[in-house]
C-alpha cells in the first residue's frame, strides 16, 4: 500500500511562475514531512521540512504547507527558476522512527525558460 | 569532498551472483542507512544503523541481504544469489542522532542483473 502519493508524475511551468507539488498521505501516525530534489545522476536531496504541529514553513522560494484533517502537503516554489529542473520527492515518517522515510513515487518539474 | 560515498557507482552481474556494495558515510553522522529505488518509483526504506548497531530492517530486505557497519563508520551491503528483480539503485544516506529527518544521500548504486 502506498502511504505516500504523489498523483502527478510530471509538473512544467514557465520561469518566474509559481509551482505548486502535491503529496498526499494515509498514515495519521505520520508526523515529520520533508522535500527531497534529485538531479539526474544525484542523490536525493534535502528541501524543506515540516513538523506536524505547524501548518506552515518558509524557507527562501520554498514554502512547504500542511493541512492534516486533509492529510495533504503541497511545496510551493516562487519564483521558479529552470534550476529548479529536478525530480520531487515527498517524504514522511512517525515520530522517532529514526530514519524511515516513507517517499512518495516523485513529481518531476521542468522549468521553461 | 566530505559527503556520502558509495562504490562500486555501477555495477552489472549475472543472476545467481553475489554483490557487495560499499557506503562511507559523513564521518561525524553516527546513522547510517540503505535505501532502494527502482524505476519510476522513490527510495524504499531497507535498513539502518545506529554506529555498529543495527536497529531496524523492512520486510523487502530478504534472507539474500545483508548489511553490515562493523566499526560504525563504512557499511556494506551484500546481496547473495542475485535475482533480476534486484535490479535498482541501491543509495545509502547518513544523518546525526537527534533526528530531524534530514538524511544526505551518496550518489548511488546502480545495479543490473542479467
Known amino acids: 500500500d502506498q502511504q505516500v502519493k504523489q498523483n502527478s508524475p510530471s509538473l512544467s511551468v514557465q520561469e518566474g511562475r509559481i509551482s505548486i507539488l502535491n503529496c498526499d498521505y494515509t498514515n495519521s501516525m505520520f508526523d515529520y514531512f520533508l522535500w527531497y530534489k534529485k538531479y539526474p545522476a544525484e542523490g536525493p536531496t534535502f528541501l524543506i521540512s515540516i513538523s506536524s504541529i505547524k501548518d506552515k514553513n518558509e524557507d527562501g522560494r520554498f514554502t512547504v504547507f500542511l493541512n492534516k484533517s486533509a492529510k495533504h502537503l503541497s511545496l510551493h516554489i516562487v519564483p521558479s527558476q529552470p534550476g529548479d529542473s529536478a525530480v520531487y520527492f515527498c517524504?514522511?515518517?512517525?515520530?522517532?522512527?529514526?530514519?524511515?522515510?516513507?517517499f512518495g513515487q516523485g513529481t518531476e518539474l521542468s522549468v521553461k525558460p | 569532498d566530505t559527503g556520502v560515498s558509495q562504490d562500486p557507482r555501477h555495477k552489472i552481474t549475472k543472476r545467481g551472483q553475489n554483490v557487495t556494495f560499499r557506503c562511507d558515510p559523513i564521518s561525524e553522522h553516527n546513522r547510517l542507512y540503505w535505501y532502494r529505488q527502482t524505476l519510476g518509483q522513490g527510495p524504499e526504506f531497507l535498513t539502518y544503523f545506529q554506529n555498529e548497531a543495527q536497529l531496524e530492517k523492512s520486510r523487502l530486505l530478504s534472507d539474500r541481504f545483508s548489511a553490515e557497519r562493523p566499526k560504525g563508520s563504512f557499511s556494506t551491503l551484500e546481496i547473495q544469489r542475485t535475482e533480476q528483480g534486484d535490479s535498482a539503485m541501491y543509495l545509502c544516506?547518513?544523518?546525526?542522532?537527534?533526528?530531524?529527518?534530514?538524511?544526505?544521500f551518496g550518489e548511488g548504486s546502480r545495479l543490473t542483473v542479467l
Open positions: 544516506a547518513s544523518s546525526r542522532q537527534g533526528y530531524t529527518g534530514e538524511l544526505f
Open positions: 517524504a514522511a515518517t512517525p515520530y522517532n522512527q529514526g530514519g524511515k522515510l516513507i
